[in-house]
């Protein structure tokens, strides 16, 4: 894999060998991946089965009487365009209220792959206090130090959010839960658009988040099943500050660099928002361009005919899962490992109807 710096923004990389493609496999090899997990632990499957079902259905309220409110603290890089964080925090509290569940709660929002200081602090706060429970994400290896440090050295209960591959390394001492949409199955469904609308050999780009698991989870996997498919052609991907501007500025050194490239694949909301301010600034109408998640923003874009495809998270599921998993350990019963939530494609050609539809079913605690 061959890297070069670019205004210190983002990292391109030119091409992808073999051995870039091996060590991608082997990033993600050491996590168990969400239906690998459920094959491997039968067990395991029916608790998720379960709680998928708990989630899709009504609130059954809490059967026993609380001594002490729980205590949670909750940090999150919700300082985005995205609204997926903020959104998941309404429809957790609102299903914890209909559960009946007595909570004190604690929130900080951060910046993704920034703000790493206040993070550090919050989380030790977190810690030092001894919360019941600490909602946290798992995308770099700073992140991970302080989980073992939880895992190894504390009585809190980790619910890592927006990660739904158990790490293999921890064997038994896993997490409370991990809880999300499943990056691999969406970007899988992303792929299938593109195999559909583009021909074999289409040259494309990739805008990736910041460095770290999501970038290979959404990007890495999408390149290597789309190289081995019809030979479709990867001509640059960039790593972006997971921002609107850093997003922006790839795209405009992707089109500069290859102007005949058919798509751009990017692996965030905000990158890819800031990949259509430079397709609408360059009138490139005629590259195709995707969002990740499916919130309001991209939601908007795709009604304003900017962002063509989107794979859409329905939003508050991830929350619920959540509120169901802790009233359910209140309750002294057996809580799965892992969750993902349900996926939706959604194309700038469908019915303003349909997509109100999935508005209400995605956002049904948050956008109350």
Not at 9 to 28: D, H, M, P
Request: aromatic fraction near 10%; charged fraction near 20%.
């Amino acid at each position: 894999m061959f890297k070069t710096a670019l205004a210190s923004l983002f990292t391109v990389t030119a091409l992808f060998s073999n051995s870039a493609f091996s060590q991608a496999a082997q990033a993600l090899n050491g996590y168990w991946q969400y239906e690998e997990y459920l094959d491997a632990n039968p067990e395991q499957k029916i608790l998720t089965d379960r709680l998928v079902r708990a989630v899709r259905n009504t609130p059954v309220p809490l059967k026993i009487k609380q001594i002490h409110p729980i205590t949670i603290s909750v940090v999150y890089p919700g300082q985005q365009i995205s609204d997926y964080w903020v959104r998941n925090i309404k429809a957790f509290e609102a299903r914890l209220d209909e559960l009946g569940v007595v909570y004190e709660i604690n929130q900080v929002f951060t910046r993704p792959n920034l703000d790493s200081r206040q993070q550090s602090l919050s989380l030790l706060e977190a810690v030092q206090n001894n919360t019941n429970y600490l909602v946290f994400t798992l995308d770099t290896t700073r992140h991970r130090k302080f989980i073992e440090h939880v895992l190894s050295s504390t009585d809190t209960k980790l619910i890592l959010q927006n990660i739904t591959t158990p790490v293999r390394a921890w064997a038994d001492q896993q997490p409370f839960m991990y809880v999300g949409f499943d990056h691999v199955l969406g970007t899988q469904a992303l792929e299938e658009y593109y195999k559909q609308e583009t021909s074999g050999g289409s040259k494309y780009s990739v805008l990736y988040f910041s460095e770290g698991y999501i970038s290979d989870a959404r990007g890495d996997t999408f390149i290597e099943d789309m190289t081995h498919h019809d030979d479709y052609q990867l001509v640059s991907s960039f790593y972006t500050k997971a921002t609107q501007e850093s997003g922006y500025h790839a795209a405009l050194n992707a089109i500069k660099n290859n102007p005949d490239i058919e798509f751009i694949y990017a692996c965030s909301t905000d990158v890819a928002l800031g990949a259509v301010k430079a397709l609408n600034e360059l009138n490139r109408s005629d590259i195709l361009i995707n969002g990740w998640g499916g919130g309001t923003a991209e939601l908007d874009a795709i009604a304003r005919g900017e962002i063509d495809v989107t794979v859409m998270r329905m939003n508050d599921d991830t929350g619920i899962a959540m509120a169901e998993a802790i009233k359910w350990d209140i309750e002294n019963k057996p809580v799965p490992t892992v969750y993902s939530g349900d996926f939706e494609i959604v194309t700038s050609q469908d019915e303003e109807n349909e997509i109100e539809r999935l508005k209400q079913r995605a956002f049904r605690y948050s956008d109350h």
